[in-house]
């Protein structure tokens, strides 16, 4: 169990193998800044230190990109790599692999939670029941 979001964090780093330089290349931190947040040499990092942090890996490691332009009209909050929305599968297999890091995170609960109703209600018939084959 995570005690801080720094604790949360650095467990992400270090079992995905990123370096402070790679956090560094991609975000406005040095690296000496980022290193220091690993070692927990820094205690109290401001609060927009660690929102670039974790917005470069979520971006890495989750799929939350922002999508390009011509992806705009999609209705999905999660994106591949490479900007395109990502599909249900992709999703569950991820959600599946790193379970464990997500049954703390309330907002990605909340964001399955909203994207699962969407699903069922597109798969309402006229009786208003789910209908199992309109789902996927």
């Given at each position: 169990?995570?005690?801080?979001r720094?604790?949360?964090?650095?467990?992400?780093?270090?079992?995905n193998?990123?370096?402070?330089?790679?956090?560094?290349?991609?975000?406005?931190?040095?690296?000496?800044?980022?290193?220091?947040?690993?070692?927990?040499?820094?205690e109290?990092?401001?609060?927009?230190?660690?929102?670039?942090?974790?917005?470069?890996?979520?971006?890495?490691?989750?799929?939350?990109?922002?999508?390009?332009?011509?992806y705009?009209?999609?209705?999905?909050?999660?994106?591949?790599?490479?900007?395109?929305?990502?599909?249900?599968?992709?999703?569950?297999?991820?959600v599946v692999?790193?379970?464990?890091?997500?049954?703390?995170?309330?907002?990605?609960?909340?964001?399955?939670?909203?994207?699962?109703?969407?699903?069922?209600?597109?798969?309402?018939?006229?009786?208003?029941?789910?209908?199992?084959d309109?789902?996927?």
């Amino acid at each position: 169990m995570y005690k801080t979001r720094i604790d949360k964090l650095v467990t992400l780093i270090n079992e995905n193998n990123i370096t402070a330089y790679e956090i560094a290349q991609n975000t406005s931190l040095t690296i000496n800044g980022v290193q220091k947040i690993i070692d927990g040499v820094t205690e109290k990092p401001r609060s927009r230190t660690l929102d670039d942090i974790e917005n470069y890996l979520n971006k890495k490691l989750f799929l939350v990109n922002e999508a390009p332009e011509h992806y705009k009209t999609s209705d999905s909050k999660f994106y591949n790599k490479d900007g395109s929305p990502a599909t249900l599968k992709q999703l569950s297999e991820y959600v599946v692999r790193n379970v464990e890091m997500f049954k703390e995170d309330v907002a990605f609960k909340n964001l399955i939670d909203i994207e699962a109703l969407k699903i069922l209600l597109k798969a309402k018939n006229s009786e208003g029941v789910v209908d199992v084959d309109k789902i996927g």
